[in-house]
Structures are given as C-alpha cells and as structure tokens.
C-alpha cells in the first residue's frame, strides 16, 4: 500500500475481530469491508477493520 498500511487476508480479520470467516465474506459481499484481490486473494487493509470499528451503530 502506498501509505504503508499493512493488509490482512479473511482469515486474520475474522480471527481479530473474532468472526467467523464466513461473517467477514458477507461483510466484503454488502460492502461494509472494502477489499483488494491481488493474485487471487482478497486483502483487507487495516486502516478499514479500525474504521469499521470505530463506526457508531
């Protein structure tokens, strides 16, 4: 990333946040997560997990 921001595959965002693999695919799929595929692999970056977690309900 040009910023140095660090990204994450599906598998370590379901286990920071403690989900499920399959709850963070819904949440790329409605768009809640902005994600890359690169190579055939989807990343997230980090800088979207805290914003995310920072949104007020």
Do not use: H, N, Y
């Not at 949440?27 to 690169?38: E, R, Y």
């Amino acid at each position: 990333m040009p910023d140095g921001d660090r990204v994450l595959r599906i598998k370590e965002v379901a286990r920071l946040l403690r989900f499920s693999e399959k709850t963070v695919r819904r949440m790329l799929d409605c768009g809640q997560l902005p994600t890359v595929k690169v190579r055939g692999v989807f990343l997230i970056r980090w800088s979207d997990v805290q914003r995310l977690l920072k949104k007020p309900d």
